[in-house]
């Protein structure tokens, strides 16, 4: 078991975070964005940046090696939509994926990480995306920067309704 707290400040105590929230026994600290039979996208549980999307696998597998012909089809359709939601809604003209297979929770899943203007300090290279997410949870977890992303997520969810 390890602790993570979410956005929202609150401390859960769990062995995988993403069968923790599918199972209902963590609640999202804001509203799901959308979801496929297969798959589901949330704003970043932990680290509190506007548009930080995370798509999960609702199985619990490790990679995408594991998918099946169905879900195939749907991650790269789903991942498109997701990535035209970030850039209609929210601006966002480019991100970083990255997928671990090497996580302790091994569960799929998938970061598009968000490049913001206030991230001009660094280069949009791989190696600065965890300084700038430790930076943001010390320097946005606060009401302000969640009432920020709670607004980002609702635009990325109506996204979905009207498309």
């Known amino acids: ?30 509203e799901r964005i959308a979801e496929t039979n297969y798959f ?3 704003q970043d ?4 940046i506007e548009g930080f999307t995370v798509i999960v696998a609702k199985r619990h597998i490790k990679s995408f ?5 169905e879900e195939q089809k749907d991650f790269i359709s789903f991942l498109i939509k997701c990535r035209k939601a970030m850039k209609e809604k929210l601006g966002i003209e480019e991100i970083t ?3 671990e297979e090497t996580t302790n929770s091994s569960h799929f899943h998938i970061w598009l990480f968000p490049w913001h203007s206030w991230m001009s300090d660094y280069k949009k290279k791989i190696d600065n995306v965890m300084k700038i997410m430790e930076m943001a949870k010390k320097e946005h977890s606060n009401e302000v920067e969640l009432l920020k992303i709670k607004e980002s997520t609702k635009k990325l969810k109506e996204y979905f309704f009207n498309n």
């Open 1 to 30: 078991m390890v602790v993570i707290k979410d956005i929202s400040g609150i401390e859960h105590n769990i062995d995988c975070i993403a069968c923790s929230i599918q199972s209902g026994e963590v609640a999202l600290p804001v």
């Open 40 to 42: 589901v996208a949330e």
């Open 45 to 48: 549980f932990e680290y509190p």
């Open 65 to 69: 090696l594991e998918f099946t012909d």
């Open 97 to 99: 994926i990255i997928q």
